[in-house]
């Protein structure tokens, strides 16, 4: 009997695009600050799930320029990948905030009703280094 062995390629690269734009922080952080806000006052905090997230952001008219600018990324970087976008326009469907009052949980991955698993699965401490602008889940 023959032994078969995979053979591993790298047939599906995966880009990240980077780029820096301080012209959106300061509106977006007083929208997040102001949603958060609003979002603490109107629920508890969940022992089990410690974290605040806020409503929609879209459409707010103080971080409409950085949902113009996701989108519009978005649509050049598909058409820059062969995607034939002439027909399609891109938007932003999602765009809220959260806040976690505990980082140091494991994360439970769960599966939406279409079966599209949206969330972060991870067991261990995340560590956001600001000077690098980077965030670590490391073991402890």
Request: proline share 4%; hydrophobic share 45%.
């Amino acid at each position: 009997m023959s032994k078969a062995t995979l053979e591993p390629s790298a047939l599906f690269a995966s880009m990240v695009y980077t780029i820096k734009k301080p012209e959106f922080l300061d509106a977006t952080l007083a929208v997040s600050d102001e949603m958060l806000a609003k979002a603490k006052a109107a629920r508890p905090i969940n022992d089990t799930y410690p974290f605040v997230m806020s409503d929609s952001m879209i459409g707010n008219e103080r971080t409409l320029p950085l949902e113009k600018f996701i989108a519009e990324s978005a649509w050049a970087i598909l058409d820059n990948q062969g995607y034939q976008m002439d027909q399609f326009l891109a938007y932003v469907s999602e765009f809220w905030v959260q806040e976690h009052f505990k980082i140091n949980v494991p994360s439970v991955s769960e599966a939406d009703q279409s079966g599209q698993d949206w969330n972060i699965a991870c067991d261990g401490v995340f560590r956001i280094d600001r000077e690098a602008s980077t965030a670590i889940i490391d073991k402890q």
